[in-house]
Structure formats: structure tokens, C-alpha cells
């Protein structure tokens, strides 16, 4: 093929020139052979700029172009695009920084402008052997699979199943409602019943755009928006285990949380004696209406322990100061002689009404007492006697049933997760968000989002509003209809080369990279390849290249760079 | 880790002891013999000597027959274990059950190859044996039946002597209980007459078991004659690398070393580790025109040919030292007797300690270079707060 | 005729100062030869452009790190060289180079070839030895009464292609006893006549061939013989075969090191020759055992056919091979009997095609109508 290479040396207004003699420029690159025509011009980025260079394009038959700018980060794919548009293949194009990397640092005219005439000489050796490489346009996939039926994952499930975009459910037991779903009564004064939480269970389960799959679990999954695959599989506890491979163009992670092992902290007494229960435990009672000590007696005085679990992990769980505050108004409002006492270390009151809701727990008799640690409890007769600490001073108290309240800590699944998505974990084990303030549901990974107690503890309200915020992510870059071009400058295996050692496959963060058993042989999934190179970099035998980046074209602009 | 590699590590305390009147080779060939009368292995892999020459091979024998060229233990390591171990199965699944019978390096260096999938362990047991050293092999060659009697001499008696390989003489791993790498051990340190099993996996427990060989004898003679000679062998090597470390780290100490080198690449082909179709260093990546070649040698004014030899040896170095074993193979295919091997085993001794691995030793230890923790190399990541880290543990 | 100079000086300080005065006068840009690389004896070929490096250059050392060839065919596999340079090599060497410019493995264009009558190299394991001055001393003795030397390789004692074919320079070297004091260089093209007047010497009336020569190539031939019979492969066929490469590593050295072998990734090496998993079990149940690793010997009979035809006999095979198989032997044998089949001398000249890639009507009757 003949190659026409054109140089275009761009004066970016009045920055290029102050520092480089660009016409020097032009007459040291117009002697090169390998150049067919070498032209400057005063701002390329502008519509008359790309005019100009469509023109030059076409009058000069031109097959390869080398634009002297700014830095690719800037206009690399503006040109890309006249290029294109000008009839040439756009990957047959170099774009060199003169700017940056001359003229805006170099103060010697001399020697920014010789530099700049290197960095020249290195593009155009480099864009030599370009490929003409091909973009590939996938339509997207706008369906959405969500991890985890608790509150979060069905609210995510209810805001984006459409007729035109299906939502994967996955669950891991075999009923929906999570932890949420074995709550006795939320909150009352949020104005919310636990009827809410079976409505929308129910609601999920009529939506005939909501595929539910229980006693499910993924198994694989790798890709990017709008090109996601994924294997479930399902254990059913009467039935068969079967495996179901799907498409899905984003991930949302609902898993939400486990509680804090109360026998971590043997202060707390938990299993010792029958009548320390964990506030789990005691929702169930309260269900099943029935608070009743081991002896079947009604218990005359309950203390609640707050923050079991805190100083072990780190952090507060939030939502504990609320719910004791709701056992302890059902406690007094059924058992109207009953002692109820609280121990907390702090108190978390932080939504509009839950300063009130406190004041009217203190004017029903409940005692509030602030501690530093439970040291120890133990059998006392009938009861049980709570040693505690609050600055160095001990104290006890006895009650006849007591309630712990454990810290929330991430589900079993997380880590599991984590690892089959490439997703980073905090401190504490929870997903991590990509950017605490700015970016709070969205993860480094494109497509897969998090809601819910799966990124820490938090409230059911603010649940609901963290899976109405992936579902609005996702109901807007995953237009249907829209087409995605997946990375054209990925990597490439020779399979005659390859011996499947597979250390590529093992520095693949995106998981693009697998293993063909029968060819022995890894093979990259060009539609998965996001085209970092780490793979390149880690086959020792050079059998695997990234297609834009190939030895020759880098080591052209290094020889050029370093004469 | 593929293949389903589970093996329980068991503290070996116990063996078998064999007593043989026909001598350690016969014994051990009997061991063998049994195994595949017995169906508990289909094929055993063991050293030859090739009929009618002095050449030695290896050979996947299954015929009884062919034990007749059978040698434990021969008087050099004419191809590296490993090496021979993973040319016949890492294309497929093997339908049959393997014994291969192997000196410690080449175990290890079959556990490395595992590890990068250029072996399938499925259906290989592994077994090693107390190794008293080879010859080189190009002493061997010159004058085979001198070197045979040299060696017959040197390890009935497990001397250390200097007509041994430079690297057997500078070896301390030359009997493997520890660590999960073989599945079963050929002790034979001591009484020239007995032969130990001793059990390092429960794939090697049960093997014994189904030979009728329960390990019910005591190890304590066997453990202290390896502790005697352990002492001596650890005083050698440590000695070794102090001298090698002295010797590069004079100025061009490295190149000097390598000023006759021909570029044949025979090290990387003897060398086990070195598993890639095509090397790098001998791939198109790195050929260039005429005018850069001159460029090039007016840098300097001139350019040595074969091109690139310096680059070969040091990036083989990075790409394989953290898996080296110390086997010396590349030291004994070196044409022009380059101290390769003492070179690459000096190095890959200081780098794997810097990742405090032992190539080969476990089976389910990650490659370092495939690994990824956290914390690690703080003194190059994060030197300000490293510092204080750094003189705790000098303390 | 070739102009002859002879030179007052003995030879490898007057090629020596005749390559640098080139150098330094810029008739060349480069010398591609021999260059010391320690003082303990180890040489390696070098491209040497400055007069200053120039100082190491040994181009008469009775060595072959490597084939020159070879490496001359590395240096303009991509393009020819546009300065000029001169490269000294061993007769065969410059075959060699020959067999693969004719392949486009290399490119003579501005190289001006320096070769001489050649009594050989020694064997790479003495590089750098002890006794190394010993042997050289020695050698060159040999070299002077043109008697064939004992510690010379193989190849080089059965060598019977000692004078150079289209060398530009020819260095009388074999068979010349006042090699110390003086010596001849023959400008044999009409590109090296230019280079004559550089020469500092007067011209002299002279042929490269005499009866030494004659007396020496006789020697040679009958070693080839020798050498040749001590195969056995003409009796014994296949099995002295099996019996010769017995104890092959599968190194594949032999092939890394031959000047012919130019594959980028040979089909040996590839691939194509691992053993298939899933045969063991059939094979060992057909032969009771199988020699690992596999395939040896076809790697050798299959590296025969592919370039045994071209074979220049120079011996790099054995002189790497780590368990002393004599293949250049081996193959400079086949290779001899297959060169007379097609009537083909590997080296001689560039424009003649290699036999694979010619197709002629009528040849090897014979076998059809067998």
C-alpha cells in the first residue's frame, strides 16, 4: 500500500509558537521522504481546523496523518473522528504533544523547538506501522441482574423492570425479603408497617418483568455495561441443581448485611444463659407475640445492650438506637409494670423525628445508662447480672431477660463477590463505593452498582434511596437501542506461541483473559478486553501483543525519542 | 491451583525400612516392579542407561522387562527430571497412574511446572530420593567409564568431593521431607544395604499401604544422618553464595563472567523452568535494520555479535530466577563452561528470599510474580513510613 | 587473474593493520570480525566501527564462537547495509552466508567479504582455558607445514573446501611457513581491487593454489573417509543412527547454532512435535516404554531433510552439543551424498536456487521407473 503521510503542526494559538520555531518545524519534517506534505496551521481543534485537515485529507489521498498538538488526552479523538469521517481508517493516526511535553515546559526555544522536531520524527516512524484496525459495534444488552432479594434488591428490581428491559433477581435462600423481611414492625414513627415490606414482595413477584430465581447463586460473570455474561446456579431444596447462562447489560449488588457473632465478645454472655437473646431473636418474639422468659414466665425487667460488636469492628451500625428505641416503646406499651433499662455507648439519633421518639421513651420510664463496655455477665439467680464500665467505674445491674443488639457486618457473599467481580473491599469487608461523596453507589467496575447495607449499615429509607439511585444510573446509559463499540486497541494471543501458563489469565483485572483446556492455549475475549496492556507485560515469551501498542510501533518512537 | 491438588501434608515419623542383600538399586527396582504388578501404578518413569551406549535417558517404562536398563540414581542428571515429566503430560488428560522417580531438584522443578500449568499432577505421584550428586556431564561424556566408577565411590559414601557437579556440591536440598512437594521419599542415608519409604502426602501413605509396606519402622538413624550432612552441605552453599556475591558484585563482575558466552542458548533449553514455545529473546520483536545495527555500534564503538546475549541472560534471569531450583542443568549443556548455573542460583537464591519463597517446596504456594499482596516490598512502595517498620525488625 | 600483494609483516598483524588503516581512512565504515573480549582469551565477533575498539580486534583467531554467516545474516535480514563494511570469514562461513542471502535471509550488498585459506578452528571448549596459548601456538604451526591439526574440529580436519569461493580478499594463510614475517592477500573482484592500493605491500605475481595446498586438501579428503566410516552408517542404516543420537538431550542446540537453520520458530520446537497426551497409554501398550523426553531422533532426520542439502560442514553442531553426539559429521555426510544427488554445491553461488525450491522435468528418473 502506498503510504501518504501527512504532518499537520498545530500553533494552538499563541502557545505553540512562543516556544517552538514551528517553522523550522516544517522544513526539518518536510525533508523526511517518508512525509508527503507538511503544513502548519493556527488552531486544528477549531470547526475551520477540522475542515482543514477533512480537505487535506482528500486533496492529498492521504493514508496516514500525524497531527503536532496537544496532548491526546485533549484531541486525540477529535481528529480520530475528520479522519474517519474523511474516508481513512482513524487508528492510521498519531497524535505528539508539542505542547505539553515541549513547548510548555522547555523554556531554551532552541531546545523545545529540537525536541519538538524528535518528537515529530517519532510519530511519524511510529504511525508507520499502524494497523487499520476495525471498531465492532455491539448493541447493548439493557436487562439488569440484581444480587440479593432483600428490601434493596426488590426496590432496584421494581424501579427498572420495564417491557423493554428485564431485571435477573437472584437469591441465595429460598424466599425473598432479606433481613428486612424478619423485621416485626418497622419503625412506626417513619410512618412505615411491615406489611410494606410483604407488599413489595409480593408486587416483585407479580412483575412479569422480573425474573426471580431462589435457592440461586452466581456463579461467573465478567464483562462491562451493557455487555455482561453471567452463570446462575440453583439448588432448590426439592428439585433439580440446575445452571443458567445469561446476558445482562448491568449488575447491581443487593446483598446486604449479617450480624456480628455475639460469642466473638464472651462479655456478652450469649449462649451461656437462655435468657440473653440477640435482637434478632427478640423481633422474633415479638412476631410470634410471645416475650416470654426460658421459664415461661413474663420477664419484669429487660435490659438492652447497645453496640455489641463496635469496638471489635470499628464503626456504628446506625440503626441499632432506633430499633431498641422501638423495642423498648412495645415493651412499655404491652407490659406497662415492666423495667426497662438501655446501656449505650453513644446515641445515634440522626433523622428528624428520632429526637422525639427518644424524649417520649424517657417519659415512659425506659433509663438510658451510657457505658464504655460490658465487662461481664452472669447467672444471678433467675437473672442476669451486667457488669459494665463507663470511665473506669464499674457497675452492675441485673434484669431479667436481656437483649443485645449486634453490630452489622457484610454478608458471607461479599468477599465471594468481590473476588468474581474484581470489586475492592473496604476495612471492614463491605463493597466500596468508587467515590465516597461524589460517586456513592457506583464502583470501579462499569455497569455494576451497590445498594443497600451491602456497601454498610444504614436504614431501610436510605436503602430505597441508594437502589433508586442505581436504578437511575442504569435507566440512563442503558438506553435500548443504543449501540456500544467495545476497545478496538486490545490484546491478541498467538495461539502458535502460547503455552498456557496462564499468567496472563492471572493479572487480568477484568477477567477478559480465559483458558481453552482442549487447545491448551488462553485466548482473550476481545469484547471483554479493555486493552490496559497488564497481560503484555506479564507473558514472559512475548506470545500475547496489544494491538496498537505492538513492540515495533513502540520501539520506532523510542529510537527516535532517544537519538 | 488447578488439578485438584489437595494433598493433606502428613509429619513424617514414621517409614519403612528395607533391608536388601542385592544391593540399593535392586531393591528399589523390586519396589517397582511390585507397584506395577500390583496395578497400584500403570507406568513408572525412571532414569535408563540407553543400550548399547553410555548414555543415559529416561524412560516411561510399563514392560517389567525394560527395568533391566533402570538406574536410580545414575552417575549424571542427563536431562532434567522436570523437563522430562512435563514433554509427555501437559497436552491432555492422563487416563494412566505415574510414578515418577526423581532427585529433589527435579522434583521441585516438576512442582513449578505444575504450578504453570505445563504439568498435570492428576494422575503423577511423585516420589524422590536422597541424592549423593551427579557428575557433569561433560566429564561423564569424555570418559564415561572413569566418571561411573569415580561416582559409584563418591556416593556409597555421600562425599561432598569436587568431582561432583558445582551445583551438588553447593546443594542443601538434596532430600525432600519437608514441604508438600513429593508424595513419597527414597530414604538412603546411612547402611549402604537399607532403603527407607517414607511417607510425605497421603497419596504416599496410601501407596505404601496398598504395597503392603506400613510405615511402622523408626526414621530416628536415617533423620540423624541426614542432620550430619545437612550441617556440612548448608556450610557449603553458605559459602558459595558469599563467594559468587563477592565475585558480581566487582565492577562488571556479572559480564565478565559471560564474556565467552555464544549466545547457543543451550542453559534456557536444559533448563527445566523454561517453559515458553518461543523465548523472547529469540523472537522478531527484537530484530532491526542494518542502519540501527550501526547506529547502534558507533554508539560504542562497536557492537558484540550475537546481539543481544547480555539481554538474554538477564532477562531470562528475571523472568525465571524466582522459580530456579539450583539443578545446574544449564551449567552442564553450557559449551564453553560458563558458570551458569552458580550464577542463576546465587541470584535466585537472594531474590527468592526477598519473597520468602522456596521454589518447588509446596504444591498450593502461589508463584510470587502471580501473587498479589497488599503489603509487600514496603521499603520501595512506601519508604517514609516503612523506615520505622524496617529498624523494629532489625531489632 | 587476482592482484596479490604481499605484505612484510606477519599475518594477523598485517590483516590487522590493513583493516584499520580502511577504517581509519573511512574506505569502510565498519570491520565485522573477531574481537577480544577479556584478557583470559574469550573472543566474540563484533561489528567495530571505531578505530579506537578496533585495537581488540583479532581476525585471524582460531575460533568460531559462532557462524559469521549467520550472523552477518542477523545483521541484514531487515534491509541491506548502506555504509560499507568489510567482514572477515572462514570459508564456510561466507557458504554459508551465501545459502541464506539466497533465501532474502541476508543481503551482501557493500560488504566486502575478507576470507582466507583456512586451516581451521579450534574446539570451542578451549576457549578460554588454560592451555589455550599452547593450542594456538600449535595450530599455527600446523597451519604454516599445512598438516592437519589434531585439536581443530572435526569438520575443520576433513575439510576439503579450505580456499574460499567469491571472497572479495583471500589471506594466504595454509602451507606458507614464513607466515610469520610475510604473507599474500589476493584482491580477487573487481569491487576489492579498489582496496588493493591500501594495501601497504608490493604486487606480486601469484596463485593461491600450490602443491602444499594440493598435498593438504589429499590429507583432508582422507580423513573424510576416515570420519565418515567411523558412522557405520552405510552397514548399520537406521540403528547407527539410533546408536549415534542415543544420548540427544533434545537440546535442540545443534539447530540454534547451524547457519542454515533460519526458522523463526522451528517446526521442531513448535507445537506440532509435543507429544499428544492422549497416545500414551497405546504407545506403551504397543512398546512396553517410551524414551522421554520423545522424538529425538526425528528431530534430527527431520532437521536432515530440511537443510542436510545446504550443509557447509562447519561444524557449530558439535562443537555445542553438551553430550559430544558428532552430528556435523553425521550430517555433513548425508548432506555430501545429497548435494552430489542434485548436483548442488551449498555456497557457491547466490543467484543458484537451492534444490527445494527448483523443479526440473527430468530428474531422479531412476526412482520413478524403480
Known sequence: MNKNIGVYVCECGPNIPERIDIDKVVNEISSMDEVKTVKKYSLMCSNDGKKFLKQEIEKEELTHVVVAACSPKDHENTFMKVCEEAGMNPYLFQIVNIREQCAWMIPDKEEATSKAIQYIQAGIHRVLFHEPLEKKELEINVDALVIGGGISGIEASLSLAGPKRKVHLVEKTDSLGGMAGKLSQILPHQGSKIKSVKEKIEQAKNNENINISTSSEVKEIRGFLGNFEAVIKSTPENGEEKEQEIKTGAVILATGFDLFDLKENPAYGYEKNENIVSALEFEDMINSEKIVLKNGKKPKSVALIHCAGRKEKGYCSKVCCLYNLKFAHYLKDNFPDIDVKELYMDLCLPHKQDQSYFDQAKEKGVEFIRMDEVVKTKSSGDQVEIEYKDNDKTDKLKADMVVVAPAMVPSKDTSHLAELLNLPLDKSGFFKELHEMLDPVATPMEGVYITGCALGPKNIPESMTQSHATSGKILSSLIPGRKIVPEVKVSKIKEELCTGCQTCLSVCFYGAISYDPFKGVSVVNEAICRGCGNCVGSCPSGAIHSKHFTYTQLYQEVLDALR | MNNNQKETKINPEKGKALSSSKGIREEILNIFKKALADDIFDAVMIPAKVPNTDAYSWILLQDESLFEMADPLPPVMAVQGGRALSSFSKNGELDLKIAALMRPCEIRAAVELFKLHQINLNHITLISIDCPGATPLTDYMNDPKKLAETYKKISEKWEVSESLRPACQNCHRFSLIDGTAADLHIGLLGKNDKVTLIPISSKGNEILEKLGYEPTDSLEEWKSNREKLLKEKIKNREKFIKEWQEKINKTDGFFNELNKCINCHNCMNACPICYCQQCYFDSQNITFKPETYLQKSKEKGALRFPLNTMLFHIGRMSHMVLSCVSCGACEDACPVSIPVGRLFSMVGDQTQKEFDYIPGMNREEPLPLQDFKEEEFCEVETPNECEEKVTEEAK | ?370
Request: charged share 25%.
Open chain 3, 1 to 370: 587473474m587476482a592482484k596479490a600483494i604481499r605484505i612484510k609483516n606477519n599475518v594477523e598483524e598485517g590483516l590487522f593493520e590493513f583493516l584499520k588503516s580502511l577504517l581509519e581512512k573511512e574506505k569502510i565504515k565498519g570491520v565485522f570480525t573477531l574481537k577480544k573480549m577479556d584478557e583470559e582469551g574469550a573472543a566474540s565477533y563484533s561489528l567495530i566501527t571505531s578505530v579506537d575498539e578496533f585495537k581488540n580486534a583479532v581476525p585471524l583467531f582460531p575460533y568460531m564462537p559462532v557462524n559469521a554467516g549467520k550472523e552477518l545474516s542477523n545483521f541484514t535480514l531487515l534491509g541491506k547495509t548502506e555504509e560499507p563494511i568489510a567482514a572477515v570469514l572462514r570459508p564456510c562461513e561466507l557458504r554459508a552466508f551465501v545459502e541464506l542471502a539466497k533465501r532474502a535471509q541476508g543481503d551482501f550488498e557493500n560488504i566486502l567479504t575478507v576470507s582466507l585459506s583456512c586451516g581451521g578452528v579450534l574446539d570451542l571448549n578451549t576457549m578460554g582455558e588454560k592451555n589455550q596459548e599452547d593450542l594456538i601456538s600449535k595450530y599455527w604451526d600446523s597451519v604454516k607445514k599445512a598438516e592437519v591439526s589434531p585439536n581443530t574440529r572435526e569438520t575443520c580436519q576433513f575439510c576439503e573446501n579450505f580456499l574460499p569461493l567469491n571472497a572479495d580478499i583471500t589471506v594466504a594463510t595454509v602451507g606458507n611457513k614464513d607466515l610469520d614475517k610475510e604473507f599474500t592477500l589476493f584482491f580477487n573482484t573487481p569491487n576489492a581491487e579498489e582496496f588493493a592500493k591500501e594495501a601497504s605491500g608490493s604486487s606480486v605475481s601469484a596463485e593461491i593454489e600450490s602443491n602444499e595446498i594440493n598435498e593438504f586438501k589429499k590429507k583432508r579428503e582422507e580423513l573424510k573417509e576416515k570420519y565418515f566410516k567411523e558412522t557405520e552408517t552405510d552397514e548399520n542404516g537406521l540403528k547407527s543412527l539410533i546408536n549415534i543420537f542415543a544420548p540427544c538431550l533434545g537440546c535442540h542446540g545443534c539447530s540454534h547454532v547451524c547457519p542454515i537453520c533460519y526458522c523463526t520458530l522451528c517446526e521442531f520446537d513448535s507445537k506440532t512435535h509435543e507429544y499428544p497426551t492422549p497416545s500414551l497409554s497405546s504407545d506403551l501398550q504397543k512398546k512396553g516404554g517410551l524414551k522421554v523426553p520423545s522424538g529425538n531422533l526425528l528431530f534430527h532426520l527431520g532437521r536432515m531433510t530440511h537443510m542436510a542439502v545446504s550443509c557447509v560442514s562447519c561444524g557449530m553442531c558439535s562443537d555445542v552439543c553438551p553430550v559430544n553426539i558428532p552430528v556435523a559429521t553425521v550430517f555433513s555426510k548425508v548432506g555430501a551424498s545429497l548435494q552430489k544427488e542434485f548436483d548442488y554445491f551449498p555456497g557457491k553461488d547466490v543467484e543458484e536456487p537451492a534444490p527445494q525450491g527448483t523443479y526440473k522435468e527430468d530428474e531422479f528418473t531412476k526412482i520413478g521407473e524403480q
